[in-house]
C-alpha cells in the first residue's frame, strides 16, 4: 500500500505518521534539503519538488492507494503564479495512477462578511484558491476547506500575547489537527458522496473567548487589549461531512482546543 503526499507541511507529517504505523509506503515532496532530511527520519522517501517549475518526479513510482494533495496557493503569490503552480500539479497528476485523492484547501475561499456559509456557496470567492481548487477537480478528487488549524503547540492564545488584538468579536472557524488527520483518513477510506467538505469545529465561540480559555490552559500571557474592528460575523458550516460519516468530533469546541 503506498499513498502519496504533496507538499508535507504540518498536516501531512501527521498522515505519514500515521501511515507508517500501518505499513504503507510513504511518499512525500517538499522543497527544502533540510525539510527532506527530517522527512527521511522519519521513514519517508521524498523527493525536492518546486511545482512553479516542474510537473513530474522521476524517482517516484506512478500509482499509488491515496493522494493528499496539500500544496499551498499561497497569499503572497498572485493568481497567475497560482494558476501555473497548480497546471504544473495537475499535469503531474494525470500521469500517475490512484484510487482517491483529498486536497486541502481553506474556508478562506468565503467572503469575510456576515453568513453562514456551506459548501454551495459560490459568490465572490477567493480567486487565488477557487482556481488552485479548479485545477485538480478530477475524478475520485475530494476538496476538504479546513477552518484555522490548531493543537500541538499551535495555541490561539500564543499568537496574541501583549498584544492588541482587532478580531475577538469574531466566530472562530477552527479545527483541531487530530480531527483533520481522523477525517482525512476515513475520507481515503470511505466512498464519500459529495467532491467539497468544510472541515470545522461544530462549534463556534468568539475568538476572544478561544483567547481567554487557551491563555489560561496553557499559560500565556492575555492580549494587552482588546479593540474589535470588522466584527463580521461569519459561520462556515460543516455539518455536510458530519453527516455523511456520522463522525463525532474530538474537539468539539475550539475551546477545548
Not at 521513514?43 to 500544496?71: M, Q, R, W
Not at 501555473?84 to 467572503?111: C, D, E, M, W
Not at 487589549?225 to 474537539?251: A, C, R, T
Request: net charge negative.
Amino acid at each position: 500500500m503506498r499513498i502519496l503526499i504533496l507538499g508535507c507541511g504540518w498536516v501531512g507529517e501527521e498522515i505519514a505518521k500515521y501511515y507508517i504505523d500501518k505499513g504503507f509506503e510513504v511518499y512525500a515532496t517538499c522543497t527544502s534539503e533540510e525539510k527532506k532530511n527530517y522527512l527521511n527520519l522519519l521513514g519517508l522517501h521524498v523527493a525536492i519538488v518546486d511545482f512553479d517549475k516542474e510537473n513530474s518526479i522521476l524517482e517516484f513510482p506512478t500509482t499509488f492507494n491515496y493522494v493528499l494533495n496539500s500544496i499551498p496557493a499561497s497569499s503572497k503569490n498572485s493568481v497567475d503564479e497560482i494558476s501555473n503552480r497548480f497546471a504544473h500539479v495537475s499535469n503531474y497528476l494525470k500521469n500517475i495512477t490512484y484510487q482517491r485523492q483529498l486536497y486541502l484547501s481553506s474556508i478562506g475561499i468565503y467572503p469575510d462578511k456576515d453568513g453562514i456559509f456551506t459548501e454551495d456557496f459560490a459568490d465572490d470567492l477567493n480567486e487565488r484558491l477557487f482556481v488552485a481548487e479548479q485545477k485538480i477537480t478530477f475524478k475520485n478528487t475530494h476538496i476538504y476547506r479546513l477552518g484555522g488549524l490548531f493543537g500541538n503547540n499551535r495555541i490561539f492564545a500564543k499568537y496574541f500575547e501583549n498584544r492588541i488584538c482587532s478580531t475577538g468579536d469574531q466566530l472562530a472557524n477552527f479545527i483541531h489537527v487530530d480531527d483533520v488527520v481522523e477525517l482525512i483518513v476515513q475520507g481515503f477510506e470511505t466512498d464519500l458522496n459529495h467532491p467539497i467538505y468544510n472541515l470545522v469545529a461544530p462549534e463556534h465561540p468568539p475568538k476572544k473567548e478561544v483567547i481567554l480559555a487557551s491563555a489560561q490552559k496553557y499559560n500565556f500571557q492575555l492580549p494587552s487589549d482588546f479593540q474589535p474592528e470588522h466584527s463580521f460575523q461569519k459561520m462556515v458550516d460543516g455539518s455536510k461531512i458530519i453527516k455523511e460519516l456520522n463522525y463525532s468530533f474530538k474537539y468539539i469546541s475550539p475551546l477545548d482546543f
